[in-house]
């Protein structure tokens, strides 16, 4: 770590390709959902609405996992920036964990490429917001 000024002493010029990023677990709390809306579930999403102030993309693997399900991992690569996009689940995959208790959400990943060291201050964040979108079956 190199501090770039004596005046500015919380400003860094750190290297970061490679280093390791981390979504810590957040318990999905399905537990309550009914069976009669389970077995309508036909497909979904998590849009993830990231806000990514260091500016580098992120490899991730994003995990549902816990209270005895057969963990589902799905690959996604956040870049640098503002964006929003959306990670596809099967029927099956949601219908596995929905009703179960003690799921969570999770995620690690590495900054990607050779980009050059950055600039760092206390004030960069990096904030990303899941939300799930589930398309049902009404009718018979």
Do not use: C, H
């Not at 209270?67 to 596809?88: C, F, N």
């Not at 206390?122 to 079956?137: F, K, N, V």
């Amino acid at each position: 770590t190199t501090l770039l000024s004596s005046a500015a002493s919380d400003v860094y010029k750190r290297q970061v390709a490679g280093r390791t990023v981390t979504v810590e677990p957040v318990d999905l709390d399905v537990e309550d959902v009914d069976d009669s809306f389970v077995e309508r579930i036909q497909r979904g999403a998590i849009w993830l609405t990231v806000d990514n102030a260091f500016g580098v993309s992120v490899d991730m693997e994003l995990v549902i996992a816990g209270g005895g399900i057969t963990p589902i991992t799905k690959s996604v690569t956040i870049p640098g920036g503002s964006s929003t996009q959306a990670v596809e689940f099967t029927a099956a995959e949601l219908q596995s964990f929905f009703g179960v208790p003690g799921v969570k959400f999770s995620g690690v990943g590495s900054v990607g490429g050779s980009e050059p060291p950055l600039i760092v201050t206390p004030t960069l964040r990096a904030a990303i917001q899941a939300d799930l979108e589930i398309t049902l079956r009404f009718g018979s």
